[in-house]
């Protein structure tokens, strides 16, 4: 039996976790858990599961929840902040980590689990897209694996087995296009946060969401996979396919391509990447092809959807150049979010700021540096916009 912390247990991919260990036949027990200030759903996923640890990042929710499991005889130790989510991530009973925290608060956890040789089955892509550099090499030197969590990733991974990496001559990254696929730059203008909310493929959590809309989750996704399969940028395409059914492509030198096919149900890359490298009974649907009318592709639109080039942009620079992306994306998303700015508003944020910080982030890759550039950058933005 695996023991098993989640970061984020209760968000969309941690739920969905859960829902593996559910169906796992025991195959796991979950030792830890860490949420934001979710009291609600942290008692649910307390009186299911008994977790022995629990993280709250908001502190009066861990004396909430402290509170209840002694009310209720829960042998629980609770802790608060930053120093719970690194416990959690940490702790001697766990094999693996699995990151489904929102932003790159989960870059300190993920760091420590890895030097306490975790495997870490990563669904926070800001934190490779941070400091994809860092967390890859500690983790060779530290021998534990990144299991990817993220669809396409989880893909590309499946795509990859019994295959070398040599031979690897270009991802073919899909993308779903998000509920603004083909519309014009007039019309994305006036677009509601109800309108972007609106995934037509995904239910997930608010920021990847509005992420999907505005395409920076592609290019989240394209640094994300420059890092997890080390391939430069130019051999990183995306692929518009609305359907969500090819999860992503990869070929090889001799012109051939493996995709991998599936519903677009994120516990099948989840059960996957917990297991790796066996396979488990479905916890997703069966694709049924009789039902498929068809699979269509298209170029994606980076003039209209800025956010995409503008991450290619920063992978390419590299150096601390992707913190300042990811930085000012997290608070323009926020920002719209609250409805403070409008939808084109998120990229002409972003841009700005990779052109004002741009001296910075020359500076040495660090987990110190990444810090401090994120925060310039986050009150930054917030000062001129918020
Ligand atoms: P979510 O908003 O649904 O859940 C986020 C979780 O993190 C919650 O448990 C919340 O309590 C916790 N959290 C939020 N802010 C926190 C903070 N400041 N400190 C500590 N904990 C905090 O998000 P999600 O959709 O599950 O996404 C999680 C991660 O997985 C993101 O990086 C996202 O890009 C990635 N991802 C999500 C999906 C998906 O289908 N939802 C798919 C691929 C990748
Ligand atoms: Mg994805």
Redo the contacts with the bound molecule.
Sequence with gaps: MKGISIL???????TQTLDVVRNSNDDFKLIGV?????VDKMKEIIKEFNPKYIGM?DADSAIKIKEFCLENNFKVQVYSGMEG?IKISTLDEIDIVVT????M?GLKPTIAAIEAKKDIAL????TLVVAGELVMRKAREEGVRILP???EHGAIFQALQGNEIKDLKKIILTASGGPFRGKSKDFIKNVTLEEALNHPN?S?????TI?SATLM?KGLEVIEAHWLFDCNYESIQVLVHPQSIIHSMVEYRDASIIAQIGSPD?RLPIQYALNYPKRKEKVAKEIDFYEITSLTFEKPDIDTFKCLRLAFDAGKKGGLMPTVLNGANEVAVSLFLNKKIKFLDIADIIEDAMTIFEEYTHNDITIDNIIELDEKVRKYVINKKG
């Design positions: 984020g247990a209760t968000g969309s991919i941690g860490t949420a934001n200030s979710s990042m989510l489904s925290v929102v932003g608060i669904a926070n892509k800001e969590v993220d669809s995904w997930m959590g608010s920021k990847i992420d989750n994120m």
